[in-house]
């Protein structure tokens, strides 16, 4: 079985390195053969939280990366093209647009701040009350989020916590601390047709070495009837290529999945697994 990476960034992204044809060419030497590009395009600006209404500027370059790639791979390589739309609830109009550029064939759904506040990767984290307050705001943005029609899959369910295992705190977002919203959550994604994803990245993370969502929200997702779900190693430099993908293809396998979905067009597909 040959793996799938359904989140993966260029040198469009701010915190990107590598061409796509870098990316493409390592994402293939670590076992990849359907892959789909997802460079940042977020609503906010990361540093400052203000909105950023050119934050799709970078749409000709990642055409014409995306061509080149195109051009370089191998002929058992699909490389689709698709972008990782962050804080589409703080501007559903401009998301919505976005996302009906029609060179896409997939979209993720990200949440890296909260309105009007700094990336998480930015902020300080002070004590558990601070993290735990976070984590309810996070958690009612993500269910804003869910409504609206610009994106496909749910990216990277529960982001904020690494940063809150760096700065020391144990405040979580689980089933047990959040059952009742993440029910609520999983709900809307499954009823509008959307996916989750297994963002393999958390594992490269030292201070969280998990999936992101953690395991309990994935099966909680299954238990729920949830289908569409994709993995992806949210690599951002070609070391990190591939990197975490047998995890989230072995969760899959232990989940009960006989499927992992990809998608083109903005369709999903469904890959046998083996
Ligand atoms: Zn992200
Ligand atoms: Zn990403």
């Not at 969280?208 to 299954?222: E, G, T, W």
Request: charged share 25%; proline share 4%; with cysteine.
């Amino acid at each position: 079985m040959y793996f799938t990476d359904n989140h993966i960034h260029s040198l469009c992204s701010p915190d990107g390195y590598g061409s796509m044809t870098e990316m493409m060419e390592a994402s293939y030497a670590a076992g990849v053969r359907h892959m789909c590009f997802t460079d940042h395009c977020d609503m906010d600006n990361y540093l400052t939280g203000a909105p950023d209404p050119d934050c799709f500027s970078f749409r000709d370059r990642m055409n014409q990366l995306y061509a080149e790639a195109l051009k370089a791979k191998p002929g058992d390589m699909t490389l689709c093209l698709g972008l990782e739309l962050g804080e589409g609830n703080h501007n559903p109009e401009l998301a919505a647009e976005i996302a009906a550029s029609p060179e896409l064939d997939f979209v993720l759904g990200s949440l890296h701040n909260l309105r009007g506040t700094v990336d998480f990767y930015e902020m300080s984290y002070t004590d558990e009350t601070f993290c735990r307050n976070l984590l309810d705001l996070y958690m009612g943005e993500l269910l804003e989020l869910a409504g609206l029609p610009s994106f496909d899959v749910m990216a990277h369910i529960g982001y904020p916590v690494r940063y809150i295992r760096k700065a020391g705190f144990s405040s979580d977002m689980t089933t047990d601390t959040h059952g009742d919203r993440l029910r609520a959550l999983l709900k809307k994604l499954i009823e509008s047709g959307k996916g989750i994803e297994i963002n393999c990245a958390g594992y490269r993370n030292r201070y969280l070495n998990d999936s992101v969502p953690a395991f309990d929200i994935l099966r909680l997702y299954k238990e729920m009837g949830g289908e569409v779900i994709t993995v992806g190693s949210d690599a951002h430099k070609t070391e990190q290529a591939g990197s975490g993908l047998n995890k989230g293809f072995d969760i899959l396998r232990s989940l009960g999945y006989k499927y992992v979905t990809v998608f083109e067009k903005r369709k999903p597909k469904f890959i046998k697994l083996d």
